[in-house]
Every structure is written in C-alpha cells, then in structure tokens.
C-alpha cells in the first residue's frame, strides 16, 4: 500500500472551482490506482480579522475545514497572510499552522510521502513539513513557480533549498527541467512528468455547425486563460486587426479585461471581440472545437494545459517559443510556433487558414499526454522514494 499526502494551494475549492483543476484531475488518478490512498491538504491564506472580510478573502474563510472533494478526504487548514507584506516566509508561516494537523492526519493515516504540487510555497513548506515528520517529499514545477516566483529574491533562496533537499522532483516538461536547473536545482534528479487530457471530454467536431451554434460567420481564433499581461492577450487583440473578418473570443478573467476592452474599442475591433469571462473548465471544449485557431502570445509556460486540450479537440496552436512549446506543438499539423509579434502570429494564423490541417491529425499531437500514465508514473515517482528513505518516527 502506498499512502501519500498532497500537499497544493492549488487545489480547487467552493470559493475557486476552476483552480488548478490539473492538479485535481492527477489527484483523483493517483488516487484511483490499485493500492494507493490519497489525503489532501489544500492551505488557505486568510489574515487576521477584519481584514479577513475583504471580498478578496472573505469566501476562503468560510471554506469547511475539512470535506470530501469528489470523493477525496481535503483538509483546508488555515495560515495567516498579511496583505502587502514580504512573501519569503509565507512557506515557514504555512508549515508550522500544518504541522499540528499533518501530526493528527498521519496518527490515522500514516502517510509515506509527502507530494507538494508546486513550487511555491508548497515546496519549501513540504520540506519544513518532511523534516519534522521524518517523511520523503517530492515537488513538482509547473510554470509561473520558477519562471515568476523563482526569479523574486523573497524566494528563489527557499525554492533552491526545497529543490535540493527533496527526495524527488517532477517538472511539466523537458523545458521545465532545463529552468529548474538553471536556477540551481539538481538536474540529474528531476523527471519529466507530462499532464495529461482528457479525450472524451476534448474532442474534435464539426468546426462548420460549431461556429453556427455560437453566431459565427468566419475565421474564429479563441484565446483562453488568466487575462494576465504576461499570457499577451493584448497581442491576440492586436494580431486581430491584422486579420480582417475573423473574430476572436477570450476565455478567461484576470486584471487586465478593462484595458483589453478598452484596447479592442481604441483599435475598432471591438465588434469582432467576445470576452467570455471565467467559465468552467467543461465548457472550454465548446469554444476550443469551434476555433480555427487557439492563439496564446504567451511571455513564459511549463507546458500550458490549453495547449493540450486545443489539440485534443483537433483545433491548431499558435504560440510562441517557449517553454514546453516544441514538445506539444512538434509537427506542422499541430500548429506553429513564432516571435512574440503580432505580425508574426498572424502571418502564422494565415497560413494556417489557408491550408487547414485534419482534425485527427492535429489530435494525435496529443497522444502523449495520456492522464492514465500521468497516474502510473507518479506512483511509481512515489513508490520509488517510499523505498528509498524508511520512515522515521515523528
């Protein structure tokens, strides 16, 4: 029997459903395997009242401290944020809230490995949490946890310390692997270990009576995430202006949708723009099947998830160069990669309508990306240090 506590921030909850589904879904196959047992512990930073009743925080803090999560047991314990102030001891704050917890936790379900599922602050939490417990853990980076937070003074120190003292590390891509190891993390010790999609969910369809149902009449281009600066969706609404006739729809909020919005009216594209908002992750296929195009002018990625998806649905990526980039989009069918420019991305979105590729051949770009050996291969990950370092006593 293999027992492993997963340890992620990223969990989703009542208050955020769409977080970090990616983590929920390998959650709930690590979990489904023969002779594994799963916990989670999903923190939730709340400050002190009344601050704790800002609209920001003020859902968190009515989150059960416990419940069953499709099926797995999610401890939601507490630890103390101050808005505003330095973040380098936020993993220090949140390890010694969990500990008491993680102590009770294992007295009834003791645990072997502790499974962090992201950088920061999980990473160096999970190391406070494994010493303290005598308990191997291992980290997995994704993306924004060493390209954003690994380049902040605040915490690149406790991102390399958690990095070089876990018992085992995962990155998202061989790209991923490459970053980690160029600031500092051992190299030689991490394991590539690619998401995976879901096939059933993400299919191709019938692009034509797709764009029907959703009103369209032409060229469609669909860019879905976190409306951030650094995902470019400024530049999806710039490389629109290029192309005359095609419309683009954003599926995502963030901070950035005013000044989109504005910039799309500035532009006088604004007509040929949807903003969708945040929509829950089962309706993304809707608008990723009906596109000619999935367009991401993204500044920094592990290997985005959307990119995956899109080509599930048979639907090419345009995107830029980076990160695990080249290990998704690697043949012409599955969509091109090009400079963060908007006459690049359209000259590449161009090519792309002119010459339409088969459907089923953009979805066998995806073929690797398979959540069943996503499964297999974490638990071998875990099973490998289980054996490796016995467990001492807490």
Known sequence: MLRVLTLST??????QPELG????????GLAARPGVEVEVVAPVGVPVWPLSLHPHYASRARLPEEERWMGLKVHRARYRVWPGAPQGRTPAVMAEALLPLLRRVRARFPFDVIDAEFFWPDGPAAMALSRALGIPFS????????????ERSDARPRIVAAGRAADGLLAV?????RSMAGIGLPEDRIRVHYTGVDRDLFVPV????AKRALGIDGPLLVTAGALLARKGPDLAIETLTLLPGATLILVGH??????????ARRLRVDDRVRFLGGRAHDELPRWLGAADVTLLPTVSEGLANVWVESLACGTPVVTTDVGGAREAIDRSEAGRLVPREPEALAAAV?????APADQQAVRRAADRFDWERNAAELEAHLAALKEARPLRAA
């Open 173 to 177: 891509s061989e790209a991923m692997k």
């Open 254 to 263: 963030g901070p950035e949708r005013a000044a989109l919005e504005a910039l």
């Open 10 to 15: 990223l969990f989703p909850n009542r208050a």
């Open 21 to 28: 589904r990616f983590v929920e879904r390998q959650t709930l």
């Open 206 to 209: 019938d692009r034509a009576a």
């Open 139 to 150: 980290v997995k980076a994704r993306g924004s946890d060493i390209h954003v937070w690994g």
């Open 350 to 354: 161009r090519e792309i309508l002119a």
